[in-house]
């Protein structure tokens, strides 16, 4: 943690008050799914946002779909290969100022070891103190990626033509963080 006239602070992400979702097309419906284990740090400078950073590590075991065979095929070598590659990581390069408490967070997300630059649109949703004296900081993002770019290339041919699962997948965030 830096201290200067535009103080940094840094805020460990709080997995109790955090998710990670995501879906996909199966079939004709969407999968719902989110990781349960994970951790991050914010480096957030409330004077001059676009000079914070962020860095999220998810242990890519703690898959949930609510169908545990499913949930096994996920982290098997047909997707995640959680054994060879049992983390996802995101780390922010840059932050841009959308207006108001919108930001373009772009940055590298790594997973099943291919790395690719991807942004997030954030909404920082405010500052706050919790009962405890804990300062807190919230954030949301939403955005779609091509899980084949990241090696996650399985699927199974249909008989009435396309595809069992879909490529796009839209990944959701929710954060809330406490200061260190």
């Known amino acids: 943690m830096s201290t200067s006239a535009s103080a940094t602070r840094t805020y460990k992400v709080d997995p109790a008050h955090s998710e990670f979702f995501f ?29 914070s950073s962020v860095s ?18 996920l982290r098997s070598g047909d997707f995640f290969a959680a054994d060879e590659h049992p983390t996802l990581t995101f780390t922010s390069s840059r932050i841009a ?43 949301e993002a939403e955005t779609t990626i091509n899980r084949k770019d990241f090696g996650l290339n399985w699927n199974a041919a249909l008989e009435t033509g396309g595809f069992l699962v879909g490529d796009e997948v839209k990944i959701t965030l929710s954060i809330q963080a406490v200061a260190q």
């Open 23 to 51: 879906q996909v097309r199966h079939l004709v419906t969407k999968v719902r799914g989110r990781f349960s284990d994970f951790e991050g740090a914010i480096e957030y400078n409330d004077a001059n946002p676009e000079q």
């Open 56 to 73: 999220i590590t998810i242990k890519t075991a703690s898959i949930n779909t609510n169908v545990a065979d499913r949930d096994t095929h």
């Open 97 to 139: 100022n959308k207006g108001g408490s919108s930001f373009d967070v772009v940055g590298n997300l790594t997973i099943r070891g291919t790395t690719k630059e991807i942004h997030l649109p954030v909404s920082f949703l405010g500052k706050a103190t919790d009962p405890w004296g804990g300062q807190r900081i919230g954030f």
